[in-house]
């Protein structure tokens, strides 16, 4: 793996090169990750111009959620506890003789970037902008085999959880339950807080899970993830509780259906991220539920779980092959119950068998 991270610190050189900048600070902590291999806590690194440097405020613990740093790269413990390593790296690229510096100008607050400033005034600052998120977007086959992973402990969470008893249960109870068991089958952690919603909870689109007990008829929708070697997927589905569908919920579900397949459809390298959005947003705007949609039917995930590519209206750019994306258009009638169907899914060229579909538990309306 050492050669994968050195060839991404390589590109990165490069870009920084072109732009007229010797040296580069990288310290938002999934770039970190990405260009080094692990991110301890607080760590930054430093591309500069004669050595890459990684720049830790207190020796690493090994914790494997923070990754393992590519064991070429020097790493350096600051002297001086709870000092910044942001401002030790910018007095380092001077020390080294770097005229310029491009840093992570959306990471990095005002008092931070000050700070850069008084220990290297003669250093000319850079905004590196999003170039390692852009790196990040199109992934290779080891890093989608760690998705496949995520997306494997994730269906496997789910599937278990639908074999037990429901009725009764709190939405937190199920949430707690659903992150245990993603641990329990070699997750990291969760890629993020799980959602469980029940009955008119399910009308909300940011529902965090409460105490409501579960309920016969309910509609019961729960959106959850595993973070894999830090890789996160993401899996969103919505059954019926206990008793058959009314027409009302079986209408519902079935039209998000239809829009999560458009949008799984128009996956295809060279497409539009809007007109991925529009293939499902448009059903959905047909048929009277526009207000109130999502702002986007889905994003990049990755070392992140939402990052490049935004699936939106407005958004600009063109689909490549071997990008992870979400599909999760959702319809949300508040007081009532809502629909949401979530995949993760890797852009295929037809050639190779279309959108790779990462997360596998079944899309029938069930009544569990």
């Given at each position: 793996?050492?050669?994968?991270?050195?060839?991404?610190?390589?590109?990165?050189?490069?870009?920084?090169?072109?732009?007229?900048?010797?040296?580069?600070?990288?310290?938002?902590?999934?770039?970190?990750?990405?260009?080094?291999?692990?991110?301890?806590?607080?760590?930054?690194?430093?591309?500069?111009?004669?050595?890459?440097?990684?720049?830790?405020?207190?020796?690493?613990?090994g914790d494997p959620a923070e990754g393992r740093p590519d064991e070429v790269l020097r790493q350096a413990v600051l002297p001086v506890p709870d000092a910044d390593p942001v401002v030790a790296a910018a007095d380092l690229a001077?020390?080294?003789?770097?005229?310029?510096?491009?840093?992570?100008?959306?990471?990095?607050?005002?008092?931070?970037?000050?700070?850069?400033?008084?220990?290297?005034?003669?250093?000319?600052?850079?905004?590196?902008?999003?170039?390692?998120?852009?790196?990040?977007?199109?992934?290779?086959?080891?890093?989608?085999a760690c998705l496949r992973i995520a997306a494997e402990i994730t269906d496997q969470a789910l599937g278990e959880l639908l074999e037990s008893i429901l009725v009764g249960r709190t939405e937190r109870h199920l949430a707690l339950?659903?992150?245990?068991?993603?641990?329990?089958?070699?997750?990291?952690?969760?890629?993020?807080?799980?959602?469980?919603?029940?009955?008119?909870?399910?009308?909300?689109?940011?529902?965090?899970?409460?105490?409501?007990?579960?309920?016969?008829?309910?509609?019961?929708?729960?959106?959850?993830?595993?973070?894999?070697?830090?890789?996160?997927?993401?899996?969103?589905?919505?059954?019926?509780?206990?008793?058959?569908?009314?027409?009302?919920?079986?209408?519902?579900?079935?039209?998000?259906?239809?829009?999560?397949?458009?949008?799984?459809?128009?996956?295809?390298?060279?497409?539009?991220?809007?007109?991925?959005?529009?293939?499902?947003?448009?059903?959905?705007?047909?048929?009277?539920?526009?207000?109130?949609?999502?702002?986007?039917?889905?994003?990049?995930?990755?070392?992140?779980?939402?990052?490049?590519?935004?699936?939106?209206?407005?958004?600009?750019?063109?689909?490549?092959?071997?990008?992870?994306?979400?599909?999760?258009?959702?319809?949300?009638?508040?007081?009532?119950?809502?629909?949401?169907?979530?995949?993760?899914?890797?852009?295929?060229?037809?050639?190779?068998?279309g959108p790779e579909l990462l997360t596998i538990t079944t899309k029938e309306l069930l009544a569990l």
């Open positions: 793996m050492s050669e994968v991270f050195a060839v991404r610190r390589g590109l990165l050189r490069d870009r920084c090169a072109a732009a007229g900048s010797a040296a580069a600070l990288v310290s938002r902590p999934a770039n970190v990750r990405y260009l080094a291999g692990g991110a301890p806590l607080g760590a930054v690194l430093l591309l500069g111009p004669a050595e890459d440097v990684l720049l830790c405020p207190r020796a690493p613990t001077a020390s080294l003789g770097a005229e310029s510096l491009a840093v992570e100008e959306h990471d990095l607050t005002v008092a931070r970037h000050r700070a850069m400033g008084s220990v290297a005034p003669r250093l000319r600052m850079a905004d590196l902008g999003s170039a390692v998120e852009q790196l990040r977007i199109v992934k290779d086959e080891e890093e989608i339950e659903l992150e245990r068991r993603l641990v329990d089958h070699g997750a990291d952690g969760p890629a993020f807080a799980t959602s469980v919603a029940t009955g008119p909870n399910s009308g909300q689109r940011r529902h965090r899970p409460s105490d409501r007990r579960v309920e016969e008829g309910d509609f019961l929708s729960v959106c959850l993830g595993a973070n894999y070697r830090g890789y996160r997927c993401e899996i969103g589905r919505t059954f019926v509780i206990g008793t058959t569908p009314a027409d009302w919920q079986i209408e519902l579900y079935d039209l998000v259906f239809a829009a999560q397949r458009a949008g799984r459809e128009a996956l295809v390298p060279g497409a539009a991220y809007r007109d991925v959005d529009h293939a499902a947003r448009h059903l959905l705007d047909s048929a009277g539920y526009g207000e109130g949609l999502a702002a986007w039917t889905g994003h990049g995930v990755g070392l992140e779980i939402d990052e490049d590519p935004q699936l939106a209206p407005t958004a600009m750019g063109k689909l490549d092959a071997c990008v992870p994306v979400t599909v999760e258009p959702g319809v949300h009638l508040p007081g009532r119950g809502g629909v949401r169907i979530d995949d993760t899914l890797v852009v295929r060229p037809e050639a190779d068998g």
